[in-house]
């Protein structure tokens, strides 16, 4: 079965400090990977999704990058943090599929937080 | 992508069926509709999905009519732990864009 993983779980950084947070998906091949913030009480903002290795579609202009060095592998980064990074950030990956909407498994998320 | 707009908020008390509908005017004909719930802290889950007509699984059911421009999720005899936020999602094979999502609070 597939299973999705991010770590850490929870961060506290200081603003100015670098970001990475990473996510692995097992058991699937070729999937669409995706990066969601959700800041508190709100929905969820995509912030970057990727189709394939090196591959990254932006959504929200914003000083994150986000990077697949391997096909199941999707890093999000940042070389300064500002205090609105602060949030819920979720990894979700799909089937690769063109036929139809395939539906997005998430994982556990990291809580970050700006100090 | 197509918008959606759904109720920001739904009490209901417990072993009530729950309706919740989310408008969709601009769906595209290859769009799908799905529908996800999220818990505090965790990411959402997937729950149930539709293209027209009705759909229906263990946990709930989809009515979605001809013209597709409204989808109702329905949650049968609800329990305590089915407060949560449901999103409903439409998009195409790439990616979707997640509405504000419904908070259901259910109550004893």
């Known amino acids: 079965s597939q299973t999705i993983h991010q770590w850490p779980a929870t961060l506290v950084q200081p603003v100015g400090s670098p970001l990475s947070l990473e996510c692995t998906v097992e058991?699937?091949?070729?999937?669409?990977l995706y990066w969601y913030r959700q800041a508190a009480g709100r929905g969820l903002q995509l912030l970057f999704y990727?189709?394939?290795?090196?591959?990254i579609s932006s959504e929200v202009p914003q000083n994150l990058s986000a990077s697949r060095p391997q096909d199941r592998q999707f890093i999000l980064s940042s070389k300064k943090l500002l205090l609105s990074d602060s949030g819920f950030y979720l990894c979700?990956?799909?089937?690769?599929?063109?036929?139809?909407?395939?539906?997005?498994?998430f994982g556990d998320g990291t809580r970050l937080s700006i100090l | 992508l197509a918008k959606t707009t759904q109720p920001i908020s739904m009490d209901s008390y417990e072993g009530q069926e729950v309706n919740i509908t989310c408008s969709h005017n601009n769906i595209a004909t290859n769009d799908y509709i799905t529908w996800y719930q999220q818990f505090p802290s965790q990411g959402p889950r997937f729950i149930i999905q539709?293209?027209?007509t009705k759909v229906t699984n263990e946990v709930a059911s989809l009515f979605i009519p001809a013209d597709r421009k409204s989808s109702t999720l329905s949650l049968p005899r609800v329990s305590l732990s089915d407060t949560a936020v449901y999103y409903c999602?439409?998009?195409?094979?790439?990616?979707?864009?997640f509405g504000t999502g419904t908070k259901l609070q259910v109550i004893p």
């Open positions: 990727s189709v394939g290795i090196g591959q």
């Open positions: 539709g293209y027209k």
């Open positions: 979700a990956w799909s089937v690769l599929g063109t036929e139809r909407n395939q539906p997005q498994h």
């Open positions: 999602l439409v998009g195409g094979y790439q990616k979707v864009t």
């Open positions: 058991g699937t091949s070729n999937p669409n």
